[in-house]
């Protein structure tokens, strides 16, 4: 999804100003229904190395990402930031693994290193 819900990963937060999604109160509905999902967001551009890059869902939502930006960064402190960073996703059996990665720098971002544990089905 291009926008994140509010309040869930960096960029989202009230205390930044973010407006966000419309409709969040009713996506945040159907997303509950499907915890087993995992939504990748951007739009904010906020660098891997902010806090909160990744959001657990807290038991009632999916898991969620800052897939951040290729085109320029932005910061804690409300800053604009020339860098380019992305995503690596691998997709295993029981996990997905998510890391940062600053392609500027040709480099991985360790602090946007997450490991999301996928449930067994019967």
Known sequence: ???????????SYEEQQWHGVEE???LR???AGYPQAILFSGHTHWELEAGHTYYD??????AMVNAVSTAYLWTDEDQH???SQGLFVNVYED??????????RSDWVES???????????
């Open 1 to 11: 999804m291009h926008q994140p819900l509010k309040n869930t990963v960096a960029g």
């Open 24 to 26: 969040d109160v009713g």
């Open 29 to 31: 509905a159907v997303l």
């Open 57 to 62: 869902g807290v038991g009632k939502l999916p």
């Open 81 to 83: 930031k020339d860098g």
């Open 95 to 104: 996990r997905v693994v998510v890391r940062g990665r600053d392609f500027e």
């Open 112 to 122: 946007a290193h997450d490991e999301i544990r996928l449930s067994r089905r019967s």
